[in-house]
């Protein structure tokens, strides 16, 4: 059809966008300092898949929040992209995170605590205070919001 737009992507957050097209009296310092700091915080969910001890999400949603007060186009990739994306808009949405991404984060902090634990060190200490850690990140995990589907 001639005249037909492409339409937009149905993940990027039309509000969001519409929020930093209105906040354009922005200095050009503070949006290169959100876009330095939303980019810094992908890098670091990106660890955060490999590395069990760095979570994941909170870095993403902050990213998200970066992005959206400096770049609409940063924004709306993270907002597309196909492992990230979901995360930022069931968190946005519902205040939730998968069920899965809870229950595999769960389990690899237990099992990274508990080899770090069994191998890593013989100081009692240091294995009371891996303990600790890992007792408060597996409460922290449990306790947020989950969404079954």
């Given amino acids: 059809m001639e005249g037909a737009r492409p339409q937009a992507t149905a993940s990027v957050d039309r509000d969001a966008v519409r929020l930093v097209a209105d906040e354009r009296e922005r200095s050009r310092a503070s949006r290169a300092v959100f876009t330095g700091l939303g980019g810094t ?3 670091l969910a990106v660890l955060g898949v490999f590395l069990p001890l760095l979570p994941t999400t ?3 949603l902050l990213a998200a929040a970066c992005f959206a ?3 609409p186009a940063h924004y709306g990739r ?3 992209h196909p492992r990230f994306g979901p995360l930022i808009r069931d968190w946005r949405a519902h205040g939730t ?4 991404a809870k ?3 769960v389990s690899l902090v237990i099992a990274t605590f508990a080899s770090s634990i069994a191998f890593g060190t ?3 200490w240091l294995r009371a205070l891996l303990g600790a850690i890992g007792a408060a990140l597996v409460v922290y995990l449990v306790r947020l919001p989950t969404r079954s589907a």
């Fill in 41 to 43: 915080c992908v890098g």
């Fill in 58 to 60: 909170p870095f993403l």
């Fill in 69 to 71: 007060r400096s770049s």
């Fill in 78 to 80: 993270l907002l597309a």
């Fill in 97 to 100: 995170i998968p069920r899965r």
């Fill in 103 to 105: 229950i595999l984060a």
């Fill in 122 to 124: 013989s100081e009692a």
